[in-house]
């Protein structure tokens, strides 16, 4: 069953150039235990896309359900915060705060009802982090170690939806395949539906479903 | 959460937290020292208006003289502390003891409790120092009530008396009353006082009535000379008046009436000690200036830097805020949270810039103080080219600024009257007195008037201009006496079977003691002056010879200012001392 449904998405937005129309009627439907990768060129409306998907921001026209619930009619921030995980290019982990600490952050904002350290340890080691590192300031890792930390960041919470935008954007060949592996991992051992935007074409061909984003218009491959 | 995330932020980025910090600080501190160096400078220029004490002299430039009525008139509606007035030789007489005399106005009148003339009354007496007249000295009368007149206590504020008990009794006078004392002179005149001390007798060795009130000398010669001058027509020269004045206004109106009074630069020099002021004020307009200056650039400017770093720290923090709202934090939360952290920051460096500036404000003040007030505090003796520079009449002022609201100042300002005695001032050397009292004791068992002795002088170089037919028509003539003292060792010291011996005194140093006794005093030559009772000797000491003759000071006052002695080697001190000018 569907647990995130795209309908008809159109989203447009005005520039100095003029006005972009980012989403055409994108329509899409995402399950769990699946890994879907979306392709496109830059300035295609890929991050457009992850933004709606992730309720920062809202469809000119069109619905996104999620569970059938459209993301209009609920709260957004708390959707974010139970049922997102998001993972970026740039890692964004925050430098004055341990690597534990990172991880903790997302569950003090779900207001995750456990142990909260305990929680965040456990999503470290599962991403491959020593537990000696577990207190070295973010910085001080290397940048796929930053990238298996938001990884863990993502996951703390036991979201449903994974969202990576670029997530081997920064990394070497190898941190990208062991990223990609932990992504894979979460699809099909953990059950998550993984949604990562990518460039790169090692990284689709390790998803179920290839998307294609064209000009603002989805094709799926 | 907010603040949970606020702080661990502000402690987890000590350096950002510093630099915010630093620079808030940095801003307040700045505005907050210049702000309190600029209310302290303004309260040290209001101080400095309300409170400082010029000092104007007056000296005559020309051949003109400078009479002492229009002298009066200077300060006649003006606030004088205190004043100095010596008087030059005169055609006239000076004004005095007896002749003291003033013409209310109707005003006066009624505003006196109490009006007693000459007849019911008892005689007064002008003194600087109630505990120089012996019978205060020894004990025999003391000060029931008020203050008294005393060296460091006169007031100089305006006429002043203390009064004998019964007197107060009789007329039910009390501290702070306004007295009149009517005098006939040709028609009646008065004289105005204020009641600062009543008197006890604790030994009634006189008639009760002899008991006499006493006035400040000052008083005595000038709030009531100038008066009787001005009325009675006699001209009287002053050959330098000194005039202690209180504050600007007071300052400013003396000189408008000085120059209303003709006491322009061609007849008389006109020296004010307001450079000493006028050095204190800019300087201080200055210091004022600058803080306000300072205060309104870094007000203006550090607003500025301030808003741009704050807008420049928000914008660093992009990528927080992007990660925070994709983890589910409302855009509220986390503005709220940026906002408190920035708020945290900011009331620290409040309190620390306040803190500080309060400090530094501290050490402005001190360096402002020790650099800049010092110099201008330095004494600011009058310039006062061939005035006779050996009486001093100074001002210092010691200006401070301070943060606090405490005011700093001390202030010395010496004016004759107030000179604290020391052991060259004749008459005030307690241990002299006390040695030729003692020494007396046997005349004052036969009953004679216990005069004590309170002065000593040096008559060798005496110069008196008065003739005997003059001094015989005098008004004193039959009605005062003045008595004295001589050395044991002097020619003219008193055989041990005369009660007491005559002497008249003339121009002519020590020659001018002509025994009395057994002369023609019309075949004397050298008879002028006034006539001088020795009733006693003394042993020589440091302070008189065998060619001094000790007098009354009350005694020696009326002499001088009678016979307007004044000579270089001879003159009077405003104290109530005579001084033995040393050899130049």
Known sequence: MAILELKHLSYDYITKAGKVHALKNATASFETGKVYAIVGRSGSGKSTLMSLMAGLDVPKDGDILYHGENLRDIDRDKFRREHIGMIFQSYYLLPQLTAVENVELSLELAKYKGDKRKRAEEMLTLVGIKKEQFKKRSTQFSGGEQQRIAVARAIATDPEIILADEPTGNLDNENSMNVVSILVDLAHKYNKCVIVITHASEVAEKADVVFKMDDGILIIQ | ?584
């Open chain 2, 1 to 584: 959460m907010i603040l949970k995330f606020a702080i661990r932020n502000i402690i987890r980025l000590p350096w950002r937290t510093l630099l915010y910090i630093m620079v808030t600080l940095c801003i307040v501190l700045a505005i907050t020292a210049s702000l309190f160096v600029y209310r302290a400078c303004e309260n040290a220029v209001s101080e400095l208006d309300e409170q400082y004490i010029f000092v104007a002299s007056v000296v005559p430039s020309g051949q003109e003289p400078i009479l002492l009525s229009r002298m009066g008139a200077c300060f006649e509606h003006t606030e004088v502390l205190a004043y100095n007035i010596t008087m030059a030789e005169a055609n006239g007489r000076v004004p005095s003891g007896r002749n003291m005399k003033k013409m209310p106005s109707l005003d006066d009148r009624e505003e006196a409790d109490v009006l007693w003339s000459h007849d019911e009354g008892i005689p007064f007496l002008a003194v600087e120092n109630l505990s120089l007249v012996p019978s205060f000295f020894d004990g025999r009368c003391t000060i029931g009530e008020g203050t008294g007149i005393t060296a460091s206590g006169y007031s100089g504020e305006e006429s002043e008396i203390v009064i004998p008990w019964w007197l107060a009794e009789q007329y039910d006078i009390s501290i702070g009353d306004t007295i009149i004392k009517r005098y006939e002179y040709g028609r009646y005149t008065f004289f105005e006082a204020k009641v600062v001390g009543i008197y006890e007798a604790n030994v009634h060795t006189f008639r009760e009535h002899d008991y006499p009130a006493y006035i400040p000398l000052a008083i005595a010669e000038m709030d009531l000379g100038y008066t009787i001058v001005r009325y009675m027509h006699e001209t009287v020269a002053v050959q330098r008046a000194d005039f202690v004045l209180n504050g600007r206004e007071a300052f400013e109106e003396f000189v408008l009436t000085a120059k209303a009074n003709g006491f322009d630069f061609q007849k008389a020099k006109i020296v004010f000690n307001n450079s000493t002021y006028d050095s204190l004020s800019s300087e201080l307009n200055n210091i004022h200036m600058i803080a306000l200056l300072v205060c309104i650039v870094v007000l203006t400017v550090g607003l500025g830097i301030l808003i741009f770093f704050t807008v420049y720290l928000c914008h660093t923090r992009t990528k927080e805020r992007t990660l925070l709202i994709s983890l589910g934090m409302t855009k509220r939360k986390v503005n709220g949270m940026i906002a408190f952290e920035l708020m945290l920051m900011f009331i620290i460096s409040l309190f620390l810039g306040i803190f500080g500036g309060y400090l530094a404000a501290d050490g402005i003040c001190s360096y402002v103080n020790a650099s800049v007030l010092s110099r201008a505090d330095a004494s600011d003796a009058i310039q006062n080219e061939g005035i006779d520079r050996n009486e001093p009449l100074f001002q210092n002022m010691n200006l401070q600024i301070s943060v606090s609201s405490k005011k700093e100042r001390s202030e010395s300002v010496a004016v004759n009257y107030n000179l604290k005695a020391t052991e060259h001032e004749i008459g005030v050397s307690r241990h002299t007195y006390q040695f030729v009292g003692t020494e007396l004791e046997g005349l004052l068992n036969r009953e004679w008037i216990p005069i004590h002795i309170v002065g000593v002088t040096n008559f060798d170089e005496m110069n008196v201009s008065i003739d005997f037919e003059t001094f015989q028509h005098t008004s004193d003539y039959n009605d005062f006496a003045i008595y004295g003292y001589v050395s044991e060792n002097s020619p003219y010291a008193p055989k041990e079977d005369e009660l007491y011996t005559t002497y008249f005194i003339n121009g002519c140093a020590r020659d001018a003691f002509v025994r009395i006794d057994g002369q023609n005093i019309e075949s004397a030559e050298s008879l002028s002056q006034t006539k001088i009772y020795i009733i006693g000797t003394y042993k020589d000491n440091d302070y008189c010879s065998e060619n001094d003759i000790l007098l009354r000071m009350e005694d020696y006052h009326r002499l001088y200012s009678e016979h307007s002695v004044t000579t270089d080697a001879f003159y009077f001190e405003r104290i109530g001392s005579v001084y033995i000018k040393e050899e130049s």
